[in-house]
């Protein structure tokens, strides 16, 4: 059984050339087209307002199924419906990072932020301010250092998970080193 992002790969790299192959994993930021930009502009739209009315039912979801159940929810439509909202960010941003880098950003700045927020409000509005932070970082560093944008875009937002990993507030090793020490008693 091939993945359809294997047999993608596989069709590409048959057909055509080396170049087309790359900007399938990798993508071309600086090179997006005016139809990319408005699939990308429809899809966050989209995504923004049904996110806002499904924010409630798909935290309790998250949280607790059985009492979304009890009180008469559809926790499984809001799920699917939340893995729809995926699968679309993911095809808009195919084209302008390849497939690759569009799952890196859609999950590094959002387990970034868990590792400094607690609530899930503050979580949601760290990860999208770490994106915007490591896409400009990306391109910055990608201009300067001659190197593709997507990668670089990715390499920023790696770099900013190894860090919050020693030392996030909420998930990072030294605070929890540092709140093991404090709790022990002798």
């Not at 860090?163 to 990072?172: A, N, P, Q, T, Y």
Request: charged share 10%; hydrophobic share 60%; net charge positive.
């Amino acid at each position: 059984y091939l993945s359809p992002l294997a047999i993608g790969v596989v069709l590409v790299s048959k057909n055509a050339n080396i170049v087309a192959l790359l900007h399938l994993l990798f993508g071309s930021v600086l090179a997006v087209d005016i139809p990319a930009l408005q699939l990308i502009a429809v899809s966050a739209s989209v995504t923004i307002l049904l996110m806002a009315v499904m924010f409630r039912p798909l935290v309790l979801e998250s949280i607790d199924p059985l009492f979304l159940k009890a009180v008469g929810g559809k926790g499984g439509f809001w799920h699917v419906l939340f893995l729809v909202l995926v699968v679309m960010n993911l095809v808009a941003g195919f084209q302008a990072l390849g497939t690759l880098m569009s799952v890196g950003l859609m999950m590094l700045p959002a387990i970034t932020a868990r590792l400094w927020a607690k609530s899930m409000g503050w979580l949601m509005i760290l990860s999208v301010a770490l994106a915007l932070l490591c896409g400009l970082a990306g391109l910055l560093f990608s201009y300067h250092i001659e190197i593709p944008s997507g990668p670089a875009i990715i390499l920023c937002c790696g770099t900013l998970y190894l860090i919050s990993v020693v030392f996030g507030w909420e998930g990072g090793i030294l605070a929890k080193w540092l709140r093991r020490k404090k709790h022990r008693t002798a």
